[in-house]
């Protein structure tokens, strides 16, 4: 059955009270790793709404591959997967009105995001310390790539996903000898990381500021998530291992093996786990081999003995039949997915894990965009419904007459000096 955005399957838990309904949060974000976590912080019931520059909007709606909205302009893809649930408010900040408009706004918030380079909100007059000064109860949330709350030799460099994952030690235990390491940019870990670090520490923030009355700089550096999330390359080397040791080709048999349509992967660690797949296999004795008398060995043999064997029982089988009897056996396998695969997994179905959002530029009934679901799951509340991407400066008008009582007079006045951006209103 196709999904639709905002579809809600459980009736029980499509009663419940989002958790952060209430909660607003006023984000000056760009690309991935802010507007990651804002949209998250949405999904849960926050009243996001987003900052961006009048007339070409925040850089992800630059990223390629891109769609033409409703109101004609292109929208990337970075931007069209992290921007569900939000509104949009153009405004210069970079002009004194447009900066005082914005902290005027910020009175009226729970949370400021930003994650642009370090001390460039500063140098904008809307740094923690200006935003705080107009609201003392503010969380001011920030990711960059090497922080703001103590000095860093890197202070001022770019951080784009890879360049925190490769100087957290990511690639270099999967790099051969002789060769660069292999930089692989996959749903951007960097970024998605120091995200959800950051939406714990806004949380965490949010309830000391309930606590206490203050609020405070949440500070997540890209650099620092993504050292948490490789822990095993500084910890294995502490303890004298090579670099190779944090892989998943050292110890154990960790990789992923051929069945009839495709791949499946197996993760064995312990002897029980191996004992069982020699049996599996008709090799019961693997076990009294010496070849196999350590996990280093079941590694060293896993392309020239364990492989044949294993590909040989599952040739007749398809991946997913394949991880189904391993895991009847105990022994942890799951099929190597395709984007086709996922779409059709009862699992994200029933979950919610993928959005089905309209493409403005098609057809109502032509295939939609998938855009990942909520992933944090509550007994007493619904995943949707959700609203699409928004427009360009789309609430302009709205979150401000709402907000701060703007007249119509002044909207056309802040519009006609450039300092605000969207639809003209009607009749003006």
């Keep these: 059955m196709p999904m639709r955005l905002g579809e809600v399957r459980n009736e029980e838990r499509s009663r419940g009270r989002k958790p952060l309904a ?4 006023l984000a000056v974000e760009q690309m991935q790793a802010m507007p990651f976590g804002t949209q998250l912080l949405a999904h849960l019931g926050a009243d996001v709404v987003k900052i961006e520059p009048p ?12 769609v033409v909205d409703r109101d004609g302009s292109p929208v990337g893809a970075t931007f069209l997967r992290n921007n569900l649930n939000k509104r949009s408010v153009a405004v210069d ?12 706004l910020a009175r009226h918030f729970d949370v400021f995001a930003e994650n642009a380079r370090s001390g460039a909100m500063a140098r904008l007059g809307l740094g923690y ?9 503010i969380v001011y949330a920030s990711i960059s790539g090497f922080g703001h709350l103590a000095p860093s030799p890197y202070d001022g460099w770019s951080a784009y996903a890879p360049i925190a994952e490769a100087m957290a030690g990511t690639y270099e235990p999967t790099r051969r000898e002789g060769e660069p390491p292999p930089v692989v940019v996959a749903g951007a870990l960097g970024d998605n990381a120091a995200a959800l670090y950051c939406v714990i520490g806004v949380l965490a923030a949010l309830r000391e500021r ?12 890209m650099y620092d998530a993504m050292l948490a999330m490789t822990d095993m390359v500084p910890f294995m080397w502490s303890m004298g291992e090579p670099r190779q040791a944090a892989t998943a080709g050292h110890t154990g048999i960790v990789d992923a093996f051929a069945a009839r349509d495709g791949h499946f992967v197996v993760a064995v660690f312990r002897e029980h786990q191996f004992e069982t797949l020699a049996a599996l296999v008709g090799h019961a004795e693997w076990v009294d081999d010496p070849r196999f008398a350590t996990r280093e060995g079941w590694a060293a043999h896993r392309n020239s003995v364990v492989r044949p064997a ?16 391993l895991n009847e056996q105990g022994i942890a396998a799951g099929p190597s997915h395709t984007p086709a695969d996922l779409h059709a997994d009862p699992h994200v179905e029933q979950r919610g894990m993928l959005i089905a959002v309209p493409r403005p530029d098609r057809p109502p009934d032509a295939a939609p965009m998938l855009v990942p679901g909520n992933p944090v799951q509550l007994s007493g509340m ?14 302009t008008d709205a979150v401000l007459r709402e907000t701060l009582g703007t007249s119509d007079a002044e909207l056309d006045a802040l519009r006609a000096q450039g300092v605000i951006g969207g639809p003209a209103r009607e009749g003006a």
């Design 310 to 325: 294993l590909e040989r029982w599952a040739r007749d089988r398809t991946k997913a039949e394949a991880a189904r009897l």
């Design 210 to 221: 309930d606590a206490t009355g203050r609020g405070q700089h949440v500070d997540v550096a």
């Design 129 to 137: 310390a200006d935003v705080a000064d107009a609201n003392p109860r």
């Design 55 to 66: 007339g070409r909007g925040e850089s992800g709606r630059a990223s390629r591959p891109t």
């Design 93 to 104: 900040v970079r002009s004194e009105r447009g900066r005082d408009l914005v902290l005027a």
């Design 382 to 395: 619904a995943n949707g419904p959700n609203a699409r991407f928004p427009m360009l400066g789309e609430h």
């Design 22 to 25: 209430g909660v607003r949060v």
